[in-house]
Structures are given as structure tokens and as C-alpha cells.
């Protein structure tokens, strides 16, 4: 997923796999995106965030080109531009901010929910690609989150990535996080929106991703499970903002994501 092939200074090309529901999966671009970002930088700068703007929809059939524009070096942080093309032009623009590791206070004010163990829950996913286990609502424990339709699910990639100590590894594991964590917030959107709860609904809904935003806290390891907590904090002009969690197994607020979703009637189009 994540070897690309470099077509001229800065410029790298990668490709994904047909999805079962045609184009391409939107977390792929972002995380091949982050992953091009990664290579223009120093050794020592860990990627700590990455913002994102869907500008097409992608076609699988087609390889994507990376162009990275290396915006800034810092003494301590580093930016990174990144433009996906195709045949029909851009299909989306990163930007990737780095930071060189450096000593300070941990807080962490997010608590893991309580919920079942992934062994006591049935997996189901729509690729080979990870493990998704969803934990029904009605057995998350009392933590509050803001927002409405909470979406809780455990997810993992299901091959082995690498040491998450090793630097190399470690950038691996956070590109294969953003690849997962686009994958809940338009289901939160969705549960909140009125729309949904009508019979049918899926028949005459639209809904596609506008932008997508990852912030990494901790070190990551992908392909152990991972707790993915998420909420539609609000809904306007067909706009839903979802606000995400992910926390491992032992409770640490790895990650926090944020996705702005659009979602549509059809039936009130002319």
C-alpha cells in the first residue's frame, strides 16, 4: 500500500486496489499522501499531523502522483504540501506538519470508554486489508462524548507491519491509522442525520467526505487493536463535522481525527 515509486524529485507514484463500491477509498489517498510527505523530510521529524481536502473522486484503474512541495524546515518542525493527481486533475491537496521529538509534560483529559473485548464480538469488514469489530452501543459504558450518532469500533490491520519502535516502522504504523480512520466518520454523520432513520433511506442518500484530519499523540501500533470512538458534533448546509478518538488497548489517547461529511437528499435535487 505504501511502496511508492519516485517519478522525479519529490514526485512518487502509487496505485490501490478496486473497491467493492468502485473509485477509490478516500483514507488511501491520505495515508499514500502522508506517506510521500514523509520521505522529504529528516530522519529525526515524526509526522505529528496531516490535513486533507477531497477535491474528486479517485479511479482505482488509474496510478495517483504524489507532488510534494516542502514547504518549510524548521530547527524543530518541518511542512510538507502534497497534491494527488490524475487524468482529470487534482483529487486532493494535504498539508503535513513534522516535529522533532522533544521532552515536555503527558496529559491526557480523554477516557477510553469500557466496552467488550474485540474476541467477544463479531468482526466484520468490507476488506482484507484490516479487522473491524463494532461494539453496539448499548454495551459502551457511561463516558459522555458530545455529539450523536457514537459509532465505537475496533479495528486493526491484519498483516504484521514492523517494530512500532523502529523510526522507518513507526511512520508505516501512523500512515496505516490514517488509512483506518477514514472509515467511521461518515457512518456518525449519517446515524445523527434525520434522513436515516427513514425506511429506505440508503436509496436516495448521498454522502462524500470533504476533508479529513489526523492528529497523532503517542506512537501507533496499527496491527494490534485499536479503539475507534466517534461522534457528529453538528450538522449544517448538509455538512456533518465527526470528532474521533482512538485509543490502545491499554487506555492511551493515541490519535484524534476530524472529518467534515456531506450528506444529501437526492430527492430534493432538480
Known amino acids: 500500500m505504501f511502496e511508492l515509486s519516485q517519478h522525479g524529485h519529490d514526485v512518487h507514484v502509487g496505485s490501490g486496489p478496486q473497491y467493492p463500491w468502485g473509485g477509490l477509498y478516500g483514507g488511501q489517498i491520505v495515508a499514500q499522501a502522508l506517506r510521500a510527505a514523509t520521505i522529504s523530510v529528516d530522519e529525526e521529524l515524526e509526522p505529528h499531523s496531516i490535513r486533507a481536502y477531497f477535491i474528486r473522486r479517485g479511479d482505482a484503474s488509474e496510478p495517483i502522483r504524489y507532488e510534494v512541495d516542502r514547504i518549510r524546515n524548521g530547527r524543530s518542525f518541518a511542512t510538507r504540501r502534497v497534491v494527488a493527481r490524475q487524468a482529470v486533475g487534482a483529487i486532493l491537496n494535504a498539508e503535513s506538519s513534522f516535529q522533532r521529538p522533544e521532552t ?11 466496552v467488550p ?16 469489530v463494532d461494539v453496539p452501543i448499548d454495551a459502551v459504558s457511561a463516558s459522555q462524548r458530545d455529539g450523536g450518532g457514537r459509532v ?70 496499527a496491527d494490534e487493536w485499536h479503539l475507534y470512538d ?6 449544517v448546509s448538509g455538512r456533518g463535522l465527526s470528532l474521533g478518538h482512538v485509543f490502545s488497548p491499554d487506555g492511551a489517547h493515541v490519535a484524534t481525527v476530524a472529518q467534515e461529511v456531506l450528506v444529501r437528499d437526492s430527492r430534493n435535487r432538480g
Open 230 to 235: 466517534f461522534s457528529c458534533l453538528h450538522l
Open 104 to 114: 515536555s509534560p503527558t496529559v491526557q483529559t480523554v477516557s477510553m470508554p469500557k
Open 117 to 132: 473485548e474485540p474476541a467477544s464480538l463479531t468482526a466484520e469488514s468490507w476488506t482484507d486489508a484490516f479487522d473491524r
Open 152 to 221: 465505537v469500533t475496533w479495528m486493526k490491520v491484519t498483516n504484521p507491519i514492523g517494530d512500532p519502535a523502529d523510526r522507518a516502522s513507526q511512520l508505516i504504523h501512523r500512515c496505516w491509522l490514517t488509512y483506518l480512520s477514514d472509515d467511521l466518520p461518515t457512518e456518525s454523520v449519517l446515524n445523527m442525520h434525520p434522513i436515516s432513520s427513514e425506511e429506505g433511506a440508503e436509496e436516495f442518500r448521498f454522502a462524500a467526505s470533504l476533508d479529513h484530519t489526523v492528529w497523532f499523540h503517542r506512537p501507533v501500533v
